[in-house]
């Protein structure tokens, strides 16, 4: 186990090394000169001489990038060229809003999710299992932007029950913050739990007919112990995978999501940066995305390899 | 004493090519310490048979008639939950699927521990305590090693001998063993017959013996069911059986298998040496089953249902012809 989590950890720093010569090369092979880039296409040519002078544009690309990564490492992502704020304390900022819509939005698809394929496979063919089914398919098959929308409409403007838009944060308002959250983290889950909901029932439909949960049976043991203990556990591993495949759709979901309720997030600062062209920003947000999709399917095989036996005393099926 | 009491038992189930007819009415007892042996062509019903006891067949599909008595008590109108406390407790299984039938995700100890744990409420630690016990007894080395493996870390014949240590750990009244030493050893199907000589020594158990090994049934059972499509042709103890078989079926089966060679591959039987097959599971003739393939048949055998009848001390056989003394 420790060796395969070590053997998982040097990949996952492979891959940060190969994203973070991509994006200090991107940025450098922009037309023009990348200190005007980075300092802004507005900013004063003193700004511009003290951006090259920090970065030491005028050296040779192996030392600048030696600098990059100490920079970046000590936590100098450089200034947005918008209001010349330090990048990190924008990430700061933005990116525990943005980690709580997306735990709020996960939290929101794993409790539907299994627990409605459980229902549906559990009760295969009847009733729960085509509302279970029905309702999948339309989680998966209505774009975020128009759930979001649909809810504002109904919730927010018919029914007047949820606010429409805004944020504060949760330490400010514990509860205005949730009940801001709510409709986003269902909106940006929907899609998830549909997902989960269609693997889980797949997974529970073929464990329920194996051989090992007819000798739970009989045994004598409750069927909630044959289906939440003997069933569910060897359907967790499926869970886990659909949930580390999911991560993209997740990032990509958030910054709709973000979009459409206008909360300050992690996605609506990406969508910002384009548009401006406030490339520190861009290459800080393209950094940290990289560095969390690692690390969250560092922590998916992580799991995976917990939930199996096979995988966690062998040493992992990457051979 | 007769312990387990089935009655005309008969088993369909619902398919997408209509109901395929699995049980046609079994009658059999059983008593107490007495081992008796299941024998029969592969899908001539004997797991189901077996299964059908203790319910283990998919309730959604299953048409499931007759009787089914165990000490007097009616199983087969049991809610689940009173059927739950009979399960591992005074029926247990011994499933045909070694490799397939233990949890990948658990290790032995705790599935071993489960059973003990429902029916003797025994805590965790008493439970892994009995484990280690129950694995010795079916002659696993190292016990207090193994007990804390996974399934995929023992071989099929381990794997089988857990199944067996789980379905004996709350010394059943009935075991249903499904091909039980089919996938194991010579050496170490000996083991484990005399596991089961001294459950049944010991404790008293009855035990349903699935197999298609006569080899395995001469040496421990003390009576033999044979079935056909679903039917019991012939039923007798089985020195009885083997010195004079009535009917035509039986004794094909016994010239098709000197030696377990005649199974295939994965244990399952079919018979080369009587010409023909099976007849369809989809329908239910007024006939014997066997006639297209009976040397014997005459045209009564086309147009009624030969019942049991007695031919014989404890020997009853379903034949309109049965064969006489001395004429194998
Ligand atoms: N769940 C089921 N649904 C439909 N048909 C079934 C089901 N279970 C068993 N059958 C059918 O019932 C018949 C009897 O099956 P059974 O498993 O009892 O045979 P068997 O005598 O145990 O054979 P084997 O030696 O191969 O184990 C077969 O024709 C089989 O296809
Ligand atoms: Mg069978």
Redesign the interface.
Known sequence: MIWFVLRRAGSALIVMFVASVLIFLGIRALPGDPAVVMAGEEATPAVVAAIREEYGLDRPLPAQYVTYVGQTLTGNLGRSTQDGLPVSEILLQRLPVTLELAALAMLVAIVIGVLAGIIAAVRR?RLPDYLATGFGLAGLSIPHFWLGLLGILLFAVTLRWLPASGYVPFSEDPGGNLLRMLMPSLVLGAGFAAVLMRQTRSAMLGAL????V??????????S?VVGV?AL??SLTTVVTVLGLQLGALISGAVVTEQIFVIPGFGKLTVDAVLTRNYPVIQAVVLVTVAGYVLVNLLVDIAYAF????VR?SGGTDG | MTLLEIKDLTVGFDTEDGLVHAVRGVSLDLAEGEILALCGESGCGKSVTGMSIPRLLPPDSTRLSGSIRLDGRELTGLPEAELRRVRGKDVSVVFQEPMTSLNPSFTVGYQIGEVLRRHEKLSWKAARARAVDLLRLVGIPAPERRINEYPHQLSGGMRQRVVIAIAVACSPRVLIADEPTTALDVTIQAGVLDVFRDLRDRLGTAIILITHDLGVVADIADRAVVMYAGRAVEQAPVGELFARPRHPYTLGLMKALPTAAAAGADGRLRLAEIPGMLPSSLSDPAACLFHDRCPRAKDDCVTAVPELAASGPGHLAACFYPLEDGSR
């Open positions: 063919g007919s194996s051989d090992y007819r000798t739970a049976r009989s045994k004598g043991l409750p069927e112990a003997h556990r060897n939930l199996n036996p096979r005393l």
